[in-house]
């Protein structure tokens, strides 16, 4: 009975272990976040500049010195090594978009550059869940999971679901309600092929199509202008600071809570699909429901013929960069 106890204790005292590829703008900002959430016991940084990931995890285990963080955890340098018992992986290798560069512009080098990854993964036992943030962020972690053979539910981006908080934030200033009253999201590629789920904006809980037709003010928004500000505030953001960092962050610590508290939330992911949507030999950003066992279904929703037409030709555009990505060494 007492050793049955004991490891009734043991597990719930698991610690929770957090590696992160790539110490840069957006790495180390889902560390920062992760550390003053409290939701990590251990945050491992890897880099491949020299000291890069050990000043990262400096710079973070100082700022959760004060009494703002959740609870003390452990920040600092690691390997690949560290994978063989961490809970999950953040991808956030590659460099920052350049002025006037679009995310598919940066397809070949980042694609390189996980390959190299592969081959470290490769030398290590990780069977935690990876969630993939670099850019083009469909097609990389695609890639990633099929050079890997992993199965889809541990293995998908963030998606959508930073043009979902992008969306919201327009959409509050557009309406007037608070982000909390607003249930909306986008799908599609992470990029310009991106587009609003109209037709499941919901308000209050009423949907948005129907409330349109009983406010004028409503009924008088610009759509198109809303899809297309959603479409090019990263475009504003990279142009005028050089890089985006925050939003992201707290893209990837969303699904990390509901990875870690087993929360079953609907967000949009891309995930490999297998049929859903009519849909094959594509990863996309699609409602999913995230939980202890990572990308656990897709939710598959009814879409409008147009918002179908968008969905297709943005699978369209990330499959032909999913072919193009064995060719390249």
Known sequence: ??????????????????????????????????????????????????????????????????SICGRPCQVREGSYADLNDADIMIMSFGRTRK??????????????????????????????????????????????RRKMQWKRNRCFCTGTGLETFRLVRILTKATGYSRNSLQAYCMGEHGNSSFVVWSKVKILGENFEELCQKDSKLAALDLADIQHQVRVAANFIYNNKECTEFGIANVALKLIKAIFHDEKIVWPCSTALEGEFGQHDVAIGVPCVIGKNGMEKVYEVELSPEERGEFTKSCDIIRSYLIRSNEVK
Request: a negative charge; charged letters at 25%; one cysteine or more.
């Open 1 to 66: 009975m007492l050793s049955k106890k004991l490891s009734e204790v043991i597990a719930v005292f698991k610690t929770r272990k957090v590696v992160i590829i790539g110490a840069g703008h957006v790495g180390s900002h889902v560390g920062l976040a992760l550390a003053q959430s409290g939701e990590a016991d251990e945050i491992v940084l890897i880099d491949i500049v020299p000291n890069k990931a050990a000043a990262q995890a400096m710079d973070i285990d100082d700022a959760i010195s004060g």
């Open 99 to 144: 002025k006037l560069e679009d995310r598919l512009d940066m397809f070949e080098e980042t694609v390189r550059v996980a390959n190299e990854v592969v081959s470290h993964l490769k030398q290590v036992d990780f069977q935690g869940i990876m969630i993939s943030i670099s850019n083009p962020a469909d097609i990389v972690c695609e890639h990633i």
